[in-house]
């Protein structure tokens, strides 16, 4: 009875704010509707026995290629279904990429490729890029001075 009671007084107590919107946004949603998939791709069944891939959250600091490619890895073990991997890909996010995940609008995810499109779309300038001769020449050392003739290096 006490439980009961806890939860009737639950129910009627105001929506407390906070200051955080994405947390207001979360809060006044249904949980089971917060997520940018369709219809089609909740309703993926995921495997009875599986466990949580054992892949390092990415969290928009790092290569996002290397991150889907790992993603794809591990879940394959799991699943051929790509809406099973569009369910579980949400799981292997953190920080600013998790961020971005709960912004996606409703229904805008239809296929594993819409949603990695997406993401490497976003995170795209986290790439490592690989050094050139025009990016090697314009290092500065300093605030001005260029390494334009670095010394050779000296034998030991």
Same mark, same amino acid.
């Given at each position: ?32 509707? *917060? ?22 959250? @990415?969290?928009?600091?790092? /290569? ?14 799991? %699943?051929? /279904?790509? /809406?099973?991997?569009?369910?579980? *890909? ?10 971005? @995940? @709960? ?6 995810? /239809?296929? *594993?490729?819409? #949603?990695?499109?997406? #993401?490497?779309?976003? *995170? ?8 050139? %001769? ?23």
């Amino acid at each position: 009875m006490e439980n009961r009671a806890r939860e009737s007084w639950h129910e009627h107590q105001p929506f407390k704010a906070f200051p955080d919107p994405l947390i207001n946004r979360i809060m006044r949603t249904n949980l089971r509707s *917060f997520h940018p998939f369709t219809d089609e791709v909740m309703r993926a069944q995921l495997p009875q026995r599986w466990s949580w891939p054992n892949l390092e959250k @990415y969290s928009g600091t790092s /290569d996002p290629e290397a991150h889907v490619k790992a993603h794809m890895t591990q879940t394959q073990l799991l %699943s051929m /279904d790509m /809406d099973v991997h569009c369910r579980l *890909f949400p799981t292997t996010l953190a920080g600013m990429a998790l961020e971005w @995940y @709960y912004y996606l609008p409703r229904n805008s995810v /239809d296929s *594993f490729e819409t #949603f990695c499109g997406r #993401f490497l779309a976003r *995170f795209a300038d986290c790439k490592p890029m690989a050094a050139t %001769s025009t990016s090697l020449h314009n290092v500065v050392q300093g605030e001005t001075k260029r390494l334009e003739n670095p010394p050779p290096p000296k034998d030991g």
